[in-house]
């Protein structure tokens, strides 16, 4: 008997073609071919995916579950997303929802290398929520980018992100960026005591993010923003791996929308790869996920689960100061709260709009 | 004026909120904050994404065409997708349906190393479309991945990929297969005198990827396979630049997680970062893509652009002997045709059925 895991989708079907659908999927997600081509004992019993169970869920839906054997994954970020998912994301009405995944394998894989305790000690906050704010907009060079970091620092937030559309571009080159806006941290730190912490984006290829990391660990940085979708999910992998001291904040651009159900994508997936802190659109601004897919992402992303430490779950996407108190109290204190673009557009009052935010988060009571 | 390139995108909105949704893409996709918080002309002027047009296409759907500028992308393959679909991709109701872009940016990418004209080189055929099968199924150990191969070969199949789901598992690791299949496949040309081409599979991070590259050639190995979405388009747009005298297929695994326009993303970006072909579902098969995607699908992926050499469709996904004439009848003679399963399936038979398979293209007479 070779070890499965349980991959657990949503398929639009009638009850007459539930059954054909389902064994489609379990072939497609395994050997995808006819299995009456096979011959191999081997294959036919510990390759081929196993229909489990198939549960009506009302409404043209049904629940299906299959077994997977996770021998085809091999212990690779990327084939664990091929085999879930590969081809049945191309299929119409398929989503893929939940993943039961054998110790052994969660096993081979590292988490996060900081996790929930190791950014509330970079940033000195044993119990409350964590405030980080966004360096943007695109465009602006070092100089102008490193300003506005100041001025967010100077209001005594924890983290700073670089907006992920910034990358290695000409007019804000990588190098630069992370020097001006160090510096400008630096002197800040020096004056006032309270050290904001930078995370900038990764880009480009596996060597160039290595460069990358490389220097911004030479500098201080101790975490990074990247997104495993245009990374791709080997590069982050390898990263975490290779930099054991660095913690990793990903971000969800190109990641589409609801086929691979979001607890599941951020809060497990992501987080077995190495994601310290998952960035996601929070229920209620520009993007659409519901308050019970924000619910349990963030249950997922901080469940004990053998040894993979938990991630901070940061909801993002259009918040406001005047959801503060609001975000705290729906998803407590192991929480990033990000508030990006409706900060920077106070301008001349940026300073204190930080400090502001800084204060309500650390002055919650908890209901 | 700083150059910009036109994304397209279908959007569900109503009349009435349609102008804000669509000037809400061009910030999403630009800067990502409120353009009141920005003060610095350039960014406003160069950098801030521009509603170009919107049109009612009825039903409720509305295409809205967004200026972007290219700067933003630095040339670089994981950034193009990020500043093309990147945030958008998560919100509802929101297709990316095509891009207009500028002949600098193109020109920045290499395109196929190969081309049609180098892959109909490779299989001695000036004219007629080409003929592949599929190495499958997983789970076999290379030498018997090998044995099917070799029955593929006798039966004078132009080219054999890999099953996208091999990769470099413990049963069948990516260099003993890559030996054992090219031991099979040169016996046969050494008899038969007629050279069947085996495109192995590409998995792991960018180092593993390059050594299994390393590897193939060296065995003679004209060509490989290779999933962008679980490679991640920088390893992707990297392999291609580092290894020019190789050829590259590209497999559509988890693509289905991004709402963009097959024509679009097989047909330009794949081929504009490096595909010599594109394997994607043909209608009636698997999967649901429409004879009018598949017909616009084909027509990019051939179309003169620039220096780009032409990439050759791969329409597949369960396609079976029956359907040859007709595929070639919808497709033209600058196609691969690929059947998989349905050839393995017919077990005993494989080599007389490749045989059959590879005669009726050869002998197909185009209407």
């Given amino acids: 008997m070779s070890e499965r895991l349980t991959a657990i989708y949503h398929v639009t079907a009638t009850a007459a073609s539930i059954e054909a659908r389902a064994h489609g999927i379990a072939v497609e997600q395994s050997v995808e071919m006819p299995v009456e081509g096979i011959d191999d004992a081997h294959v036919l019993n510990d390759i081929v995916g196993r229909v489990e169970a198939i549960a009506d869920l009302g409404t043209g839906r049904f629940e299906v579950r299959i077994g997977l054997a996770t021998a085809t994954i091999a212990n690779e970020a990327g084939q664990l997303f091929n085999m879930l998912f590969g081809n049945t994301s191309i299929q119409d009405g398929i989503d893929l929802v939940d993943a039961e995944l054998p110790a052994s394998l969660v096993d081979a894989f590292p988490g996060p290398n900081l996790g929930t305790a190791g950014l509330r000690a970079l940033a000195g906050a ?59 941290l630096e002197n800040i730190a020096a004056r006032s005591g309270h050290r904001t912490h930078y995370l900038p984006s990764l880009s480009g290829n596996l060597d160039a993010m290595r460069a990358q990391i490389r220097h911004g660990l030479a500098r201080g940085i101790p975490a990074f923003l990247i997104a495993p979708l245009i990374a791709g999910m080997p590069s982050f992998a390898t990263v975490v791996r290779e930099f054991p001291a660095a913690g990793f904040m990903t971000h969800p651009t190109l990641s589409g929308i609801a086929r691979i159900a979001p607890p599941l994508f951020y809060g497990k997936l992501f987080r077995m790869i190495g994601a310290d802190a998952v960035v996601y659109p929070n229920h209620g601004g520009r993007f659409g996920y519901s308050p019970a897919t924000c619910t349990s992402l963030a249950a997922a992303a901080r469940a004990p689960w053998r040894a993979i430490k938990p991630s901070l779950p940061v909801p993002a996407g259009g918040m406001t100061q005047a959801r503060i108190g609001e975000m705290l109290d729906f998803y407590g204190p192991d929480t990033i709260v990000l508030i990006g673009g409706a900060l920077l557009a106070t301008r001349e009052r940026l300073t204190h709009e930080v400090e502001a935010f800084v204060s309500t988060v650390a002055r919650h009571a908890f209901a």
Wanted: charged residues 20%.
């Fill in 126 to 184: 044993p119990a409350r929520a964590l405030t980080s704010g966004a360096l943007k907009p695109q465009g602006l060079p070092p100089a102008g980018l490193a300003a506005i970091a100041a001025r967010m620092a100077e209001g005594g937030i924890d983290l700073i992100k670089d907006d992920h559309g910034l990358a290695d571009q000409p007019y804000s080159p990588f190098i630069d960026r992370v020097d001006a806006v160090t510096d400008a």
